[in-house]
């Protein structure tokens, strides 16, 4: 789904809505994950906004990094022209080139990169340790609300992640690398592939334009549009074309979708550089990579302790260091099921007014009808209540959703049937899926447990529950 302007309608949270607190999460905490795991299940990526003062401090620092690649010359030595060798992974530090990218990049990784530059001529980009600092903690943000939407407990990546503050002598396998693509002054191979939009539009991309972070959350920070992700049905949109100056995009990485069971699927992401050339500096960037410790390894145990289903391929646990050495194929990665997602997302503003997605250039979408507007509002409330029992007696649940459950709800081994039995869930009270009872029951249930609630409630017709998604669509025409 796109918005009027051809741009995706990406999630968009505030980061400070994303710091947990101690006691029952907020409300702002509950839908900004929300937001954020629909917009990864969407789009692989979303918009996190900072306060005033760190959307200076990022302003700042890119200014830096496009005074810093314009004061380099035009052909970098030898010792400086490095392709990806994944056996560096964790060692990157300084100014490098690839010149098959048409890319230079400057790493700072604290622990291995000096706080003082070497060379007085040569200054490096401004305000390194303070940028890696903000957007660190931007991203553990991030990964600690997708560990709560997937039930997990708290901060469950903590053993993979380096320490904070790092230890004496350690070296940190984060890291903040400062970007310029397509410089001009910059002499790379300059091999690329032109390809056509939808909208008609001959787009420049660099020949290798597949690229996935092995990271377990990037966060990136641009001076100029061009960054571009592929939804999960395969079509690739602009993603920073309506960034305001205290904006970034973050998404997901490899690491996290192999420590999520591949529940989280990792962003395949592009740099246009066709628009580029006509400026002075090229495309600077600041790309924040929250990378695992090389010598940890990356495990599913959190999501069976979380009663989620855990297939073949990821039941061995996979040392880091292994993982980011070898070749991921990424034609299988969209084939798979994501997480469910929420579908109230915030508001462009900020604002924690729902939305009701739209498609496309379609304005003949109809509003639900008032019985199936109840069966939504029945599901949210009885599988909360259902949750609620579950917590008590400290049971872990796994919930399966609409789609699923219209194949099997006259099976007696369905998950549902399952549960029941598990909890102890009285036999000819209303369960979690109110589809197996009539509009009389669930009327009946809402009132009961829902004071003030009648059948005619005005309620948001974007509630709805994991799964609903395709129910909302199969009435647009």
Not at 106 to 128: K, Q, V
Not at 142 to 155: C, E, I, K, Q
Not at 232 to 238: K, S, V
Request: contains cysteine; negative net charge; glycine residues 6%.
């Amino acid at each position: 789904m796109a918005g009027d302007d051809g741009l995706p309608s990406l999630g968009r949270v505030k980061i400070t809505d994303l710091i947990p607190s101690e006691g029952l999460p907020s409300d702002s905490y509950k839908l900004s994950v929300s937001t954020l795991s629909q917009s990864f299940a969407q789009y692989s990526a979303a918009v996190i906004q900072f306060p005033a003062g760190d959307g200076a401090l990022l302003r700042s620092g890119l200014d830096s990094a496009c005074l810093y690649f314009q004061q380099r010359e035009a052909y970098p030595s030898a010792d400086m022209i490095h392709t990806n060798d994944s056996r560096e992974w964790c060692k990157t530090s300084g100014y490098y080139a690839d010149p098959q990218l048409w890319q230079e990049t400057y790493d700072y990784r604290p622990g291995l990169t000096p706080i003082e530059p070497s060379n007085a001529m040569e200054l490096p980009p401004g305000g390194l340790p303070d940028i890696f600092g903000l957007l660190g903690k931007a991203a553990r943000g991030v990964l600690d609300a997708m560990s709560y939407y997937l039930n997990l407990r708290s901060s469950p990546f903590t053993e993979i992640l380096d320490n904070v503050p790092l230890r004496s002598r350690e070296v940190s396998s984060s890291v903040l690398s400062v970007c310029c693509h397509a410089r001009p002054s910059f002499h790379g191979a300059q091999h690329h592939n032109l390809t056509t939009q939808d909208d008609g539009q001959l787009m420049m991309f660099h020949d290798h334009d597949h690229q996935v972070d092995k990271s377990l959350i990037s966060v990136v920070k641009s001076d100029k549009a061009g960054l571009h992700v592929r939804d999960f049905h395969g079509r690739w949109f602009l993603v920073d074309g309506d960034l305001g100056p205290q904006e970034a995009v973050v998404y997901p990485g490899l690491a996290l979708y192999q420590a999520t069971a591949g529940y989280v699927n990792p962003a395949l992401h592009r740099t246009e550089i066709n628009n580029i050339p006509g400026n002075m500096y090229g495309r600077c960037s600041l790309v924040f990579k929250l990378m695992p410790k090389s010598m940890t390894s990356l495990s599913c145990s959190e999501m069976r302790a979380a009663g989620h289903g855990v297939e073949a391929q990821f039941q061995i646990p996979v040392p880091v260091d292994d993982f980011m050495q070898r070749s991921h194929p990424t034609d299988q990665l969209f084939n798979r099921n994501t997480f469910q997602s929420f579908s109230f997302p915030t508001a462009q503003d900020g604002s924690m007014k729902p939305l009701m997605r739209r498609r496309k250039n379609n304005t003949r979408c109809k509003p639900l009808p008032p019985s199936k507007r109840l069966r939504l509002e029945a599901q949210r409330v009885l599988k909360e209540r259902v949750q609620d029992i579950a917590d008590k007696k400290g049971i872990k649940l796994r919930f399966c959703n609409l789609k699923e459950c219209e194949n099997h709800i006259h099976a007696l081994d369905s998950p549902c049937a399952n549960i029941r039995m598990e909890i102890g869930w009285p036999h000819g009270v209303p369960f979690v899926h109110p589809h197996d009872l009539p509009n009389k029951s669930k009327i009946g249930f809402l009132e009961a447990y829902e004071p003030g609630w009648t059948a005619t409630h005005d309620m948001d017709l974007s509630l709805t529950e994991p799964g609903q998604a395709s129910q909302q669509s199969a009435n647009c025409n």
